[in-house]
């Protein structure tokens, strides 16, 4: 390492600011804003900082229509990677990281509130909106990837119970689970209606379902992510939930910009990259990972593609193999 290079490294990381907003970031994706609001600094100071932390490579940014939000990023450099390693543990046992831990769970708290205010208020009115995405085949193209009847599924983010009530038709149990009571109300009476059967509702939220370990043969996770205060925390969940050798399936919509859907359908991510989707469910621990991209649905609306992913959870090492 040139003498240059370690000057570089500990001025970078001499400052305690810098410090912890590493430290936040390689927690969570953030914005300006949200960073603002747990560390109780004015923007200028703060986009000051992550100028820095971009240019030393530390730290990586993309847009989401007219937000833009920022993660820590790996060292590609040995120098760095090893400098930020000695940092990172000394942090494990400083109050102010634990502070800051507390800070960015309400910052969630927050993003998931507004998610829940909106569901709340519209209720069985989702039925109606819901018709913009025009996805029934979407639906069924997704059920044909999980294979025979029988299985135990979770659909997770139920909404009104229109996917629970199609896999339960196909001949499966489904544990259909949701945040809003509203929602889960409107899909009782909806399951009541039809009288359907091997439907249990459950509420809960994506980033800490009300199921245990491997309670299930698939998950499925249809137009949710996008209205999740941590989308990658929800998969992760899904890849808990499920059995060794079994199923998630996701349905949302591949990045764009059409800011109207964040007024009107209460969204908070204007969709997702293909690569990101695919790097979550590799990280949840989820193998075979396999992703389409579909156009629109609705011909003539203002839609953007859809992305179809399903992956494998991976089987357990046999007995006397080291994992």
Do not use: N
Request: glycine share 8%.
């Amino acid at each position: 390492m040139s003498a240059d290079t370690l000057q570089k490294v500990f001025k970078t990381l001499s400052d305690p600011t810098r410090v912890r907003i590493l430290a936040l970031l390689a927690r969570e994706e953030l914005a300006v804003q949200e960073l603002m609001a747990v560390l109780g600094m004015a923007q200028s100071r703060v986009s000051r900082h992550l100028g820095i932390l971009r240019e030393a490579g530390l730290v990586s940014d993309r847009r989401d229509g007219t937000f833009v939000f920022y993660r820590f990023q790996e060292p590609a450099s040995p120098a760095w990677g090893d400098a930020w390693s000695l940092v990172e543990r000394s942090l494990a046992e400083d109050p102010a990281t634990r502070r800051d831990a507390v800070a960015v769970a309400r910052v969630l708290e927050a993003r998931a509130a507004r998610s829940r205010s909106f569901f709340d208020e519209v209720g069985p009115e989702w039925d109606a909106l819901r018709k913009v995405f025009g996805d029934d085949m979407l639906r069924a193209r997704a059920i044909a990837r999980l294979v025979p009847p029988g299985l135990r599924v979770a659909d997770v983010g139920t909404g009104t119970g229109v996917l629970a009530l199609e896999l339960a038709e196909a001949g499966l149990e489904v544990i259909a689970v949701d945040h809003s009571s509203a929602m889960l109300d409107a899909a009782r009476r909806k399951i009541d209606e039809q009288a359907a059967t091997g439907l249990e509702l459950r509420q809960g939220d994506a980033a800490a379902l009300p199921l245990v370990d491997g309670e299930v043969d698939a998950a499925f996770a249809h137009m949710v992510l996008q209205y999740l205060a941590s989308p990658h925390e929800a998969l992760a969940e899904m890849a808990r939930i499920v059995r060794p050798g079994g199923r998630v399936v996701v349905i949302d919509f591949v990045r764009h910009d059409r800011e109207w859907m964040r007024e009107e359908l209460g969204v908070q991510w204007l969709g997702f990259p293909p690569d990101e989707i695919r790097g979550a469910l590799a990280e949840a621990g989820l193998s075979d990972v396999r992703l389409d991209v579909q156009p629109p649905a609705a011909q003539g609306a203002d839609l953007p593609e859809t992305f179809i992913a399903s992956a494998t959870r991976s089987s357990p090492a046999p007995s006397g193999v080291p994992s």
